[in-house]
């Protein structure tokens, strides 16, 4: 699952943050316009505001910025880290400022809409691409739901069990379930590669 | 490493679902300190933990991207600028002019043609930068604050130069639908330069203005007839510095007749190396927009 990316600019996301942590502008814009769209079509995805999405996406991309120094590799792709600020940066809009979700069906079904492969994620293997998908196409409607609840709304599975209206060791299981199949089938996907 | 395989020990199987809880990160309190404790004493659990974090990280993978809105990325250069300010400050309103001033730098390259379309030359081309404006040759650039109510929601800016230009941005407010742009110029005309979208009160726009039109005193968005917003270009307002003398909203005022027209714009004879143009050489956009060549005034 770990992607390392030599995109347009032909320097990779470890190099850029590199040059950013160095003070290079030019590697600091090459990195916001590597990720702008994904980081704005993550919190676009999870808060239906445009404006607000475009606040926590520009927050992401400059705590990225400044804290390129502390990126450490051994921790994780530098997309999932980015990515990760976002998510985090938009489920606290989400609790502070009442912002309103996107539904979660929707951001299911976008998720699973989309089989785009962007031209900078020409390093990122397609077929890792579509054997996400298929992981989470295998899941049961119940599990995919449970799951973005969870990640990307940040609810526990107590708030899970209260908003879905079940029982709170349903919850649990259809987390712990839905997670262990996710990553069941991908390990599959991946050792059929 | 299978969810059976974590299972297979009795003291293990009892952190199965914290464990899946914590590599979602939605896990708690003391449940949280207990399945932490254990995962770090436990290897097996361990290993997992990482391979069901690294599953819920994959999540992220799926979520299409989308394109920012327009100026997505001078914005985000102007708050990282050299202040380090953090938003909200008072700092931000020179952020906000700033950004303004770069989106201008544009209506301006897209009032002078430049010899490529307003589309490409926003999305794909160069980006507006402060010394793209600071380097206009000869120019003078006059920027006052549009108030409302007693306070700043935006800004204006009159660039003089080769070409005479108007761009103002507005990023507070609560409008949404048309709105109209005015000036009143030194010797007392008014003049309706067009309409453009306010989205939550979010919006930038921009018009070249015709050779001659001589100084504008007073800029303001109109709505429905009445004033939302005025900027007054006070006398020795200058370049780089913030007029921001206020004139605070002005319900029931009175807008001008609309047979006002938009001003001639930007022929091949105003403009060097123009070709000629719509009847106002207009740039505008919301948030959400791409910049247009439009104008609907009467």
Not at chain 2, 210 to 218: H, I
């Amino acid at each position: 699952m770990r992607r390392t990316r030599e995109a347009s600019s032909g320097l990779s996301d470890e190099s850029l943050l590199a040059g950013m942590a160095h003070g290079d502008e030019r590697a600091g814009l090459a990195f916001v316009r590597r990720y702008q769209g994904r980081v704005f079509g993550l919190a676009l995805g999870m808060v239906a505001d445009a404006a607000l999405a475009e606040d926590i996406a520009q927050e992401a991309l400059l705590r990225a910025w400044r804290h390129a120094p502390v990126y450490d590799s051994r921790r994780g792709a530098v997309s999932t880290w980015v990515l990760t600020i976002a998510r985090n940066l938009t489920i606290d809009a989400l609790r502070m400022r009442r912002a309103v979700p996107t539904d979660p069906d929707d951001f299911v079904n976008l998720g699973l809409a989309s089989n785009e492969v962007s031209p900078d994620d020409a390093a990122v293997s397609s077929d890792a691409a579509r054997g996400l998908h298929r992981a989470l196409a295998s899941l049961s409607a119940e599990q995919r739901r449970a799951l973005v609840l969870a990640y990307f709304y940040g609810m526990t599975a107590a708030e899970i069990s209260e908003a879905e209206q079940i029982p709170l060791g349903t919850a649990k299981t259809r987390i712990r379930a839905g997670l262990t199949k996710l990553r069941d089938t991908m390990t599959s996907e991946g050792s059929q590669r | 490493m299978s969810g059976d395989d974590l299972r297979s020990g009795p003291e293990c199987g009892r952190y199965a679902e914290e464990i899946a809880e914590l590599a979602l990160g939605i896990s708690t309190g003391r449940q949280r300190a207990r399945a932490l404790a254990h995962v770090e004493a436990c290897p097996r659990c361990h290993a997992e933990m990482e391979q069901l974090s690294l599953a819920a990280d994959s999540l992220l993978e799926v979520v299409p991207g989308i394109e920012p809105p327009l100026g997505f990325e001078v914005r985000l250069m102007e708050r990282l600028g050299p202040g380090r300010a953090p938003r909200h400050s008072v700092h931000r309103r020179w952020i906000a002019w700033r950004s303004s001033l770069a989106l201008a730098s544009v209506a301006m390259l897209v009032a002078l043609g430049a010899g490529v379309g307003a589309g490409w030359l926003v999305r794909g081309g160069p980006q507006p930068s402060r010394s793209s404006f600071g380097t206009a040759p000869g120019g003078r650039a006059e920027t006052a604050s549009l108030m409302a109510a007693g306070r700043s929601i935006g800004n204006v800016t009159v660039y003089s130069g080769r070409s005479t230009w108007l761009f103002m941005s507005l990023d507070d407010g609560s409008w949404s639908g048309e709105a109209s742009c005015e000036v009143r110029l030194a010797g007392g005309r008014t003049i309706l330069l067009g309409t453009f979208w306010l989205d939550n009160g979010y919006g930038a726009w921009g018009v070249t203005l015709a050779p001659g039109t001589g100084r504008v005193r007073t800029a303001s968005v109109l709505s429905g007839g009445s004033v939302l917003a005025s900027a007054d270009f006070a006398p020795g307002t200058t370049a780089y510095v913030s007029g921001a003398a206020a004139r605070v909203d002005l319900p029931g005022h009175q807008a001008p007749a609309r047979g006002s027209s938009c001003q001639p714009v930007s022929s091949s004879s105003t403009v060097s190396g123009s070709s000629r143009r719509t009847p106002a050489s207009i740039a505008s956009t919301t948030s959400r927009g791409n910049w247009s060549s439009s104008c609907s005034s009467s």
